[in-house]
């Protein structure tokens, strides 16, 4: 057998017919050794494709013959971009799907759709789903139909999900992944918009009492359900005690007008909220977006696509009334002076220097601290500058010692470094505390919160959480010059703070 494929390798004009002798043998699991890889090395899509398909996924030797194959081969090309995508090299895999897709392989329209669309690049999902009026596969139509409506739904189109499901929901119910989809409309109520108002009431009269709810938004059924996620994990830390959350609700993309940027954080048009303000019963609502940087404006929460549970932990301690201890922006308001009272559950802005006796300068620092009850009375939050003085003019340094660092004291934060270095070249003179040496989770997310810190914000019982949502309503409105609205919503937002405060003193026993 050898000395017959020797001869007729040396003739060309057989080589066609050696070609099609080898791949008979090998389709037919009928081949030797010798003729296997004499096959492979003239990269005989057959001999390639056995290779390929017994190879361990993933392998080197699985990922040299995809790579091979993938030439001529839609699957492998397929495969190759699913590897990628896989590994988040979207680049290749892009590439990968767009070999796939020349080759005719159907699936891969789909897919590389699915990926613009993951990626919120919604013209080029338009694209690709245009090239579909010419793939006759059945299944694969019928994946570009669910991607499609998931695209109206993304895009606020309700119209056009309400006429898909009229013509075509036989066919979606055809399959598992269309039944998930008409599971998720009706779940977040995607058309029924009806009734809202009722479900979010008998919901949170059905929860354990929680002041500080928190309705969350999104725009797309895959952001939703990463919400839910996120809130899943987020329910199994110390922090979730203190707030509770609605069911998760669809908001189409351009309800808010908001804008959104990888390198500047989330802002809407937050007079927005009024048209929903009525089906909300919650104190906070939040939103999730595909992009932007996540963060907290008065009672209400941002944050991006790509945010994970640390990102959401450290947002929602805003809403309770934590500041940042990283270094704010200059202009933040919270560091332009020395506080008038306590404001948050872990920082405080005061002078960097007293004078005075040193009881009634404690005192006076320890009346601004919102921690003042958990520093114990031997540990130090002052260090003398100079002794030799009268006692009404000793000068004292604001800061608890190193040697104090595993108390609560008086530390310094990094929040106003900026702010103070601007605003005082050359003499400090005040500066942000916080009661933790060590840095939290305030400062870096991936860090825990200490003990101190749920204790302080249990004993103050949401004395520094931030507004209800209904004051970004008022404060739209007063920034536009319309007065009337904005105090109609102030009294919203105070009717909230009344009706919480009714609830906790019933549950307190004290009516």
Same mark, same amino acid.
């Given at each position: 057998?050898?000395?017959?494929?020797?001869?007729?390798?040396?003739?060309?004009?057989?080589?066609?017919?050696?070609?099609?002798?080898?791949?008979?043998?090998?389709?037919?699991?009928?081949?030797? /050794?010798?003729?296997?890889?004499?096959?492979?090395?003239?990269?005989?899509?057959?001999?390639?494709?056995?290779?390929?398909?017994?190879?361990?996924?993933?392998?080197?030797?699985?990922?040299?013959?995809?790579?091979?194959?993938?030439?001529?081969?839609?699957?492998?090309?397929?495969?190759?971009?699913?590897?990628?995508?896989?590994?988040?090299?979207?680049?290749?895999?892009?590439?990968?799907?767009?070999?796939?897709?020349?080759?005719?392989?159907?699936?891969?329209?789909?897919?590389?759709?699915?990926?613009?669309?993951?990626?919120?690049?919604?013209?080029?999902?338009?694209?690709?789903?245009?090239?579909?009026?010419?793939?006759?596969?059945?299944?694969?139509?019928?994946?570009?139909?669910?991607?499609?409506?998931?695209?109206?739904?993304?895009?606020?189109?309700?119209?056009?999900?309400?006429?898909?499901?009229?013509?075509?929901?036989?066919?979606?119910?055809?399959?598992?992944?269309?039944?998930?989809?008409?599971?998720?409309?009706?779940?977040?109520?995607?058309?029924?918009?009806?009734?809202?108002?009722?479900?979010?009431?008998?919901?949170?009269?059905?929860?354990?009492?929680?002041?500080?709810?928190?309705?969350?938004?999104?725009?797309?059924?895959?952001?939703?359900?990463?919400?839910?996620?996120?809130?899943?994990?987020?329910?199994?830390?110390?922090?979730?005690?203190?707030?509770?959350?609605?069911?998760?609700?669809?908001?189409?993309?351009?309800?808010?007008?908001?804008?959104?940027?990888?390198?500047?954080?989330?802002?809407?048009?937050?007079?927005?909220?009024?048209?929903?303000?009525?089906?909300?019963?919650?104190?906070?609502?939040?939103?999730?977006?595909?992009?932007?940087?996540?963060?907290?404006?008065?009672?209400?929460?941002?944050?991006?696509?790509?945010?994970?549970?640390?990102?959401?932990?450290?947002?929602?301690?805003?809403?309770?009334?934590?500041?940042?201890?990283?270094?704010?922006?200059?202009?933040?308001?919270?560091?332009?002076?020395?506080?008038?009272?306590?404001?948050?559950?872990?920082?405080?802005?005061?002078?960097?220097?007293?004078?005075?006796?040193?009881?009634?300068?404690?005192?006076?620092?320890?009346?601004?601290?919102?921690?003042?009850?958990?520093?114990?009375?031997?540990?130090?939050?002052?260090?003398?500058?100079?002794?030799?003085?009268?006692?009404?003019?000793?000068?004292?340094?604001?800061?608890?010692?190193?040697?104090?660092?595993?108390?609560?004291?008086?530390?310094?934060?990094?929040?106003?470094?900026?702010?103070?270095?601007?605003?005082? /070249?050359?003499?400090?003179?005040?500066?942000?505390?916080?009661?933790?040496?060590?840095?939290?989770?305030?400062?870096?997310?991936?860090?825990?919160?200490?003990?101190?810190?749920?204790?302080?914000?249990?004993?103050?019982?949401?004395?520094?959480?931030?507004?209800?949502?209904?004051?970004?309503?008022?404060?739209?409105?007063?920034?536009?010059?319309?007065?009337?609205?904005?105090?109609?919503?102030?009294?919203?937002?105070?009717?909230?703070?009344?009706?919480?405060?009714?609830?906790?003193?019933?549950?307190?026993?004290?009516?």
């Amino acid at each position: 057998m050898i000395l017959i494929v020797c001869i007729v390798v040396a003739i060309p004009s057989s080589s066609f017919f050696l070609t099609a002798f080898l791949t008979e043998k090998i389709t037919e699991n009928n081949y030797s /050794k010798v003729q296997f890889n004499y096959a492979l090395g003239k990269d005989n899509q057959s001999a390639l494709a056995s290779a390929w398909n017994n190879s361990k996924v993933n392998s080197k030797r699985w990922f040299y013959f995809a790579r091979k194959l993938a030439k001529t081969d839609g699957n492998a090309a397929h495969q190759l971009a699913n590897y990628y995508q896989k590994q988040k090299l979207n680049v290749q895999a892009i590439a990968w799907y767009q070999r796939a897709m020349r080759l005719g392989f159907s699936p891969a329209f789909v897919a590389l759709a699915q990926l613009y669309f993951e990626q919120n690049k919604l013209d080029k999902v338009d694209n690709v789903l245009s090239l579909l009026s010419e793939v006759q596969d059945a299944s694969t139509r019928v994946e570009a139909k669910i991607l499609s409506i998931q695209l109206a739904i993304h895009r606020g189109n309700i119209a056009y999900v309400q006429q898909e499901l009229a013509e075509s929901k036989k066919l979606i119910k055809s399959t598992q992944l269309g039944r998930t989809l008409l599971n998720n409309i009706n779940k977040y109520q995607i058309i029924a918009q009806q009734e809202i108002q009722e479900t979010s009431t008998r919901v949170s009269e059905n929860h354990h009492y929680c002041a500080n709810s928190i309705q969350f938004f999104s725009t797309n059924l895959r952001h939703l359900k990463h919400i839910e996620q996120l809130i899943t994990q987020f329910n199994q830390q110390a922090l979730a005690k203190f707030v509770c959350f609605l069911p998760v609700r669809y908001l189409s993309i351009d309800s808010l007008e908001c804008s959104s940027d990888t390198s500047k954080a989330i802002s809407c048009n937050e007079l927005k909220w009024q048209d929903f303000a009525e089906t909300i019963d919650s104190r906070f609502v939040a939103l999730l977006l595909p992009e932007g940087g996540a963060n907290v404006h008065l009672g209400v929460l941002y944050i991006d696509a790509q945010d994970e549970l640390d990102v959401l932990t450290h947002e929602i301690s805003h809403l309770l009334g934590f500041v940042d201890e990283y270094p704010l922006k200059k202009e933040h308001i919270k560091c332009q002076a020395v506080q008038s009272q306590p404001f948050s559950e872990n920082i405080a802005v005061l002078p960097a220097v007293y004078q005075g006796q040193r009881n009634e300068v404690r005192a006076q620092v320890l009346a601004q601290l919102s921690w003042a009850e958990a520093i114990k009375s031997h540990t130090p939050i002052l260090k003398p500058i100079k002794q030799n003085q009268p006692v009404n003019k000793l000068l004292w340094q604001l800061g608890t010692p190193k040697e104090f660092r595993q108390e609560v004291g008086v530390f310094y934060a990094q929040t106003c470094a900026k702010a103070v270095n601007q605003k005082v /070249k050359k003499k400090v003179e005040f500066i942000a505390v916080k009661p933790i040496y060590n840095p939290t989770k305030m400062q870096y997310f991936s860090l825990d919160f200490p003990l101190s810190y749920y204790e302080n914000l249990e004993k103050s019982k949401g004395k520094y959480v931030m507004p209800s949502f209904h004051y970004n309503i008022a404060l739209a409105h007063y920034q536009n010059g319309d007065t009337q609205q904005a105090q109609y919503w102030l009294t919203q937002s105070l009717k909230w703070e009344e009706r919480e405060a009714r609830k906790n003193n019933i549950l307190q026993g004290v009516f």
